[in-house]
T-cell receptor
Framework: DAGVIQSPRHEVTEMGQEVTLRCKPI?????LFWYRQTMMRGLELLIY????????DSGMPEDRFSAKMPNASFSTLKIQPSEPRDSAVYFC???????????????FGDGTRLSIL | QQQVKQSPQSLIVQKGGISIINCAYE??????FPWYQQFPGKGPALLIA?????SEKKEGRFTISFNKSAKQFSLHIMDSQPGDSATYFC????????????FGTGTRLQVFP
């Protein structure tokens, strides 16, 4: 089975440029998560969707960050304009919806390593 | 506000030894505590998880110990192997928001032969 697919794997761009990260969740999963990982702050949840609807975007750092999920098989995380402090590894994860009795594991992609010069 | 505190930040263990990673939480509403394992260049993957109705859960060489009164839980890796070298994250979620995991800051484990 294909896992969560992220693209690109690496992105290097100059400050001020627009950056778009892409994610294809596992088929049948209807929860999708965007995380940012840095040495200083660890793994931070930026936003998550259930059934393509944003549920919690409290982790989105600034208005420069936006995320969309136009359909069940695709999501984007956009940074505009990008800044050097946005440099990090960005992960997308998907899962079946959590339930009161049983939590569903989150399946992570291999991440996008973003460097803003 | 950091709701799940993890220690140590890094850990070096000899092959065959026991690796122990600790986490403490603040929110007493948390009722699900997973551990994720991350290899370099890969995303985290679920390793083992526990609910507070049991004090211990074991899967192979991996054991979670849970202390509800102290609001602490730990991962024990018995007979540690070089292949266990990875970063380990503890996490927690509450019943009101089962999808949202709050992660610890991670522990980098190195197992030397």
């Amino acid at each position: 089975d294909a896992g969560v697919i992220q693209s690109p794997r690496h992105e290097v761009t100059e400050m001020g440029q627009e950056v778009t990260l892409r994610c294809k969740p596992i088929s049948g999963h209807n929860s999708l998560f965007w995380y940012r990982q840095t040495m200083m702050r660890g793994l931070e949840l930026l936003i998550y969707f259930n059934n393509n609807v944003p549920i919690d975007d409290s982790g989105m750092p600034e208005d420069r960050f936006s995320a969309k999920m136009p359909n069940a098989s695709f999501s984007t995380l956009k940074i505009q304009p990008s800044e050097p402090r946005d440099s990090a590894v960005y992960f997308c994860a998907s899962s079946l919806p959590g339930q009161k009795i049983r939590n569903q594991p989150q399946h992570f992609g291999d991440g996008t390593r973003l460097s803003i010069l | 506000q950091q709701q799940v505190k993890q220690s140590p930040q890094s850990l070096i263990v000899q092959k065959g030894g026991i690796s122990i990673i600790n986490c403490a939480y603040e929110n007493t509403a948390f009722d699900y505590f997973p551990w994720y394992q991350q290899f370099p260049g890969k995303g985290p993957a679920l390793l083992i998880a526990i609910r507070p109705d049991v004090s211990e859960k074991k899967e192979g060489r991996f054991t979670i110990s849970f202390n509800k009164s102290a609001k602490q839980f730990s991962l024990h890796i018995m007979d540690s192997q070089p292949g266990d070298s990875a970063t380990y994250f503890c996490a927690a979620s509450s019943p009101g928001n089962t999808d949202k995991l709050i992660f610890g800051t991670g522990t980098r484990l190195q197992v030397f032969p």
